[in-house]
């Protein structure tokens, strides 16, 4: 059913944005399309004022105008800044646009500690959650959290492993800093809390399935031991290639520790990953840190790089140092390249990048002897510096390509295996559909032909539904198009 807009089609607001059609609305506030993509939030002076009174905002965060005898205040974002109602979220699309959601949600808690914020409205460009008071009952914010990083499933951040399987979009080294930043179920030991917990979620956040268990139950203790102390063997679906290298040189390796020292292998060497973005290098790295179930530490530009001299050395070293003090664990390096780059090619400017090249290529063998299992990835593997990528410091460099068809039917049979559906669903034409996209692509058709069939109020997943999110998925191998919060 069409919304019915306050405001004309084209109507010019205070900030220069013109009115498109309505997103999302309701009685005292509505989210609108602006010309050139992006969106505005426009909330009667009822709510606005709940909103300053709480000191969520600050009168030069809107701007106010009046339309006929009513006054109102308006703030809008840009296409790249997400402003859209929870209701309608997507998954993020990086780690990044998670953190910045998890800060919003942190801040926002942070000056309103009592406001239920299952039916806020996301402005990214405020960093806020903005309340809109319409729901009695209170979602805890660790199921606000979740709610939102899958795209629409009722699973509380809290519940970290159940998490963690239902997001393939990010590692659960990431994923554990999103939490962490938004403030949510930390234990004392510095793990997460699986609580698995829901309190009175409204009946908007809730799907026809209880995907929440007993966290205490025989079955949920057997599902996080980690494969590799339970026996199993190490499994990776859609790529039966990289499975068999890990089980060869990391998995059999520790597994045969005594064997293999004896004929001077003491360790599993090093490795990097490189191929296209989206092809499963940080899938496959976070399949095998969760089947060890080691410790494992994350060194990219977010968490290394500095403008200070000196300072990313210092703070590489201190990673290492970490990591080898926890050992045996996993050092994960990802998008090396950033800070990895060939020396020669830096020009006049680049003596501070030989003093963390330098600081590599002195820990990397270090470490290695002190049981950690180094794992680099990037998608420029023509730029890293010679030095680094010779054998002793990396012995293996495998290429990670997009998947072939039988790949992606072998992944779809996984993911739609733990998914109630009925007997049309049929991988096939999708395998060969999506066969050469990225794995993220696979996952995305999956969840969204979830998401689609929930909608629709079906207890089971169809055809159908996975047809119509193919088509809601086209391809970017020609370009990556900027995201549009709402309906597009």
Known sequence: ????????????????????????????????????????LVATETLFARWSASRLVELGDFQRFTFGADTYYEVSGSPSQLLVHLSDCRSPNNKNE????????????????????????????????????????????????????????????????????????????????????????????????????????????????????????????AMRKPGMESGKTFELSGRPQLEAFFN?????????????????????????????????????????????????????????ASPFIHETSRKVSEMFEKAMKNAP???????MEAFLADREAGGGGSHHRVEEVAEFLRRIPEAAKNEVLIIAMTNRVEMIDPAIMRRGRFDHVIAVGYPDEAEVSALLSKLLAALPKD??????????????????????????????????????LGQDFLLAALDAAPSRAGGNPERRAGFV
Request: glycine content about 10%.
């Open 98 to 221: 998670a953190i910045a959601f998890a800060t919003a949600l942190r801040d926002t808690r942070a000056i309103d500690a009592d406001s239920s914020l299952q039916d806020a409205v996301y402005v990214e460009k405020l960093g806020r959650l903005l309340p809109v008071y319409e729901m009695t009952s209170h979602a805890d914010d660790g199921v606000v959290l979740g709610y939102w990083l899958t795209g629409g499933a009722q699973i509380s951040a809290e519940s970290f492993q159940r998490l963690h399987q239902m997001l393939t979009w990010i590692g659960s080294g990431a994923l554990r800093e999103v939490i962490e930043t938004a403030g949510i179920g930390l234990a004392d030991d510095g793990t997460f809390v699986e609580a698995d917990k829901v309190a009175d979620v409204p009946h908007s956040l809730h799907d026809k399935t209880n995907l929440l268990e007993d966290a205490d139950s025989p079955e949920q203790n």
């Open 1 to 40: 059913m069409a919304l019915e807009s306050w405001f004309p089609i084209g109507y010019e607001l205070p900030d220069g944005a013109s009115c498109g059609r309505p997103l999302h609305a309701s009685t005292n506030w509505q989210i609108v399309e602006t010309r050139g993509g992006g969106n505005a």
């Open 423 to 460: 007997r049309t669903v049929d991988p096939a034409p999708l395998a060969k559909a999506l066969a050469g996209r990225p794995l993220s692509d696979v996952a995305f058709v999956v969840r969204e032909g979830a998401r689609l069939a929930a909608r629709a109020g079906s207890d089971k």
């Open 329 to 335: 664990s996993v050092l994960v390096i990802d998008e």
């Open 248 to 304: 060869e040189h990391v998995v059999d390796i520790v597994r045969n520790k005594e064997r293999y020292s004896a004929l001077g292998i003491e360790f599993p060497a090093a490795t990097v990953l490189h191929g296209p973005p989206g092809c499963g290098k940080t899938f496959a790295v976070e399949q095998l840190v969760e089947y060890l179930g080691w410790p494992s530490f994350q060194l990219d530009a977010s968490t290394i």
